[in-house]
């Protein structure tokens, strides 16, 4: 079974960058597709990015295109979501999951198997 660990949120001013790390441990996640989600307070767990096993294709969110970028580092066992020009709508926990080689939903969070505990990004207006 994959732990997965997220780092880097925190308090930011609206405009501002965060970038978020997710480190796995117990196996190598080289063969896993890759997504964050984000669960505002009150609200249902909302889709994210996306980053497929060989980093050849990613997808976003509307709400988050053009100011978010997933990438990963396998040698790291490490997925990031480096997110750009926040706004205060972006304010709440994000959490990274890993699912299996091949998926369909890639936005649906029963898609995936695995999920880390969560970081919290607040974003101030």
């Known amino acids: 079974q994959v732990q997965l660990v997220e780092s880097g949120g925190g308090l930011v001013q609206a405009g501002g960058s965060l970038r978020l790390s997710c480190a796995a441990s117990?196996?190598?996640?080289?063969?896993?597709?890759m997504g964050w989600f984000r669960q505002a307070s009150g609200k249902e767990r909302e889709f994210v990015a996306h980053?497929?096993?060989?980093?050849?294709?990613?997808y976003y969110a509307d709400s988050v295109k053009g100011r978010f970028t997933i990438s990963r580092d396998n040698a790291k066992n490490t997925v990031y979501l480096q997110m750009n020009s926040l706004k205060p709508e972006d304010t709440a926990v994000y959490y990274c999951a890993s699912a299996g080689k091949y998926i369909v939903n890639y936005d649906k969070p029963y898609q995936y198997d695995n999920w880390g505990q969560g970081t919290q990004v607040t974003v101030s207006s």
């Open positions: 117990g196996r190598t996640l080289s063969s896993n597709n």
């Open positions: 980053i497929t096993w060989s980093s050849a294709t990613t």
